[in-house]
């Protein structure tokens, strides 16, 4: 069981933590509970840069609780994690606010977009983390922020991307600005794919969703 798994599209909120139980130390926030007949105890601590670190220890043997971390255990350790599991998922619920994306550039445009538009991201596929989002006119679409395998880009690991809706005439020069790619899964001459790792300056990125917008809106 991984706790960023958990926590991954969720952002801390700061003033709910002592609310809930969490004793401040310096920058650290900690909090602990006993659970599964008081046999077990976690603690859990999230830092002033919302990193999250956690441990159960076995009370019988006041050692850690190791297979709190394995996958497919057996009926008794699938016991244990999901009463943990039960204290992570009320701590995200209670102290944490839902993000639609986990890169923090991603979500900055999503704050961009409803500003300027008023859109907020549609996942229309079950279980995607693909964003879209369409002209409230004539409601095609003229971006869509996606969670894709960075192998599609020859990338590695999982990485978020924006397509964008470009001019033609702007194709050739684009694709040699560093992270930004022919359109992944789109028509690769009219979009381009754009990386969201913070490695293009995102005023830039602003504009071109201000461009991909203005051209889908001359369409009918």
Same mark, same amino acid.
Request: aromatic share 14%; hydrophobic share 35%.
């Given at each position: 069981?991984? +706790? &960023?798994?958990?926590?991954? $599209? #969720?952002?801390?909120?700061?003033? =709910?933590?002592? /609310?809930?139980? *969490? !004793?401040?130390?310096?920058?650290?926030?900690?909090?602990?509970?006993?659970?599964?007949?008081?046999?077990?105890?976690?603690?859990?601590?999230?830092?002033?840069?919302?990193?999250?670190?956690?441990?159960?220890?076995?009370?019988?043997?006041?050692?850690?609780?190791?297979?709190?971390?394995?996958?497919?255990?057996?009926?008794? +350790? &699938?016991?244990?994690?999901? $009463? #943990?599991?039960?204290?992570?998922? =009320?701590?995200? /619920?209670?102290? *944490? !606010?839902?993000?639609?994306?986990?890169?923090?550039?991603?979500?900055?445009?999503?704050?961009?977009?409803?500003?300027?538009?008023?859109?907020?991201?549609?996942?229309?596929?079950?279980?995607?983390?693909?964003?879209?989002?369409?002209?409230?006119?004539?409601?095609?679409?003229?971006?869509?922020?996606?969670?894709?395998?960075?192998?599609?880009?020859?990338?590695?690991?999982?990485?978020?991307?924006?397509?964008?809706?470009?001019?033609?005439?702007?194709?050739?020069?684009l694709l040699k600005i560093k992270g930004i790619y022919k359109a992944y899964h789109?028509?690769?001459?009219?979009?381009?794919?754009?990386?969201?790792?913070?490695?293009?300056?995102?005023?830039?990125?602003?504009?071109?969703?201000?461009?991909?917008?203005?051209?889908?809106?001359?369409?009918?």
């Open positions: 069981m991984d +706790i &960023n798994e958990i926590f991954k $599209k #969720y952002t801390v909120n700061y003033k =709910k933590l002592e /609310e809930f139980g *969490f !004793i401040k130390e310096n920058d650290n926030y900690t909090y602990s509970s006993v659970f599964f007949d008081n046999n077990f105890k976690c603690i859990i601590t999230i830092d002033k840069n919302g990193n999250i670190k956690d441990k159960v220890i076995d009370l019988d043997t006041n050692e850690l609780y190791l297979n709190i971390r394995i996958k497919n255990g057996n009926a008794f +350790i &699938n016991k244990v994690q999901e $009463k #943990y599991k039960e204290i992570l998922y =009320k701590i995200r /619920e209670n102290c *944490f !606010i839902e993000k639609y994306f986990v890169y923090d550039t991603s979500n900055k445009l999503c704050k961009f977009i409803y500003s300027k538009y008023k859109d907020k991201p549609e996942f229309l596929w079950k279980n995607s983390s693909h964003g879209v989002f369409r002209n409230k006119r004539n409601k095609k679409w003229y971006a869509i922020i996606m969670n894709i395998d960075g192998k599609y880009i020859n990338r590695e690991g999982n990485i978020e991307i924006i397509n964008v809706k470009i001019d033609d005439a702007k194709l050739s020069d789109m028509n690769k001459k009219k979009w381009i794919s754009i990386l969201l790792d913070e490695s293009i300056d995102i005023d830039m990125i602003y504009k071109l969703i201000t461009d991909s917008y203005d051209l889908i809106n001359k369409l009918k």
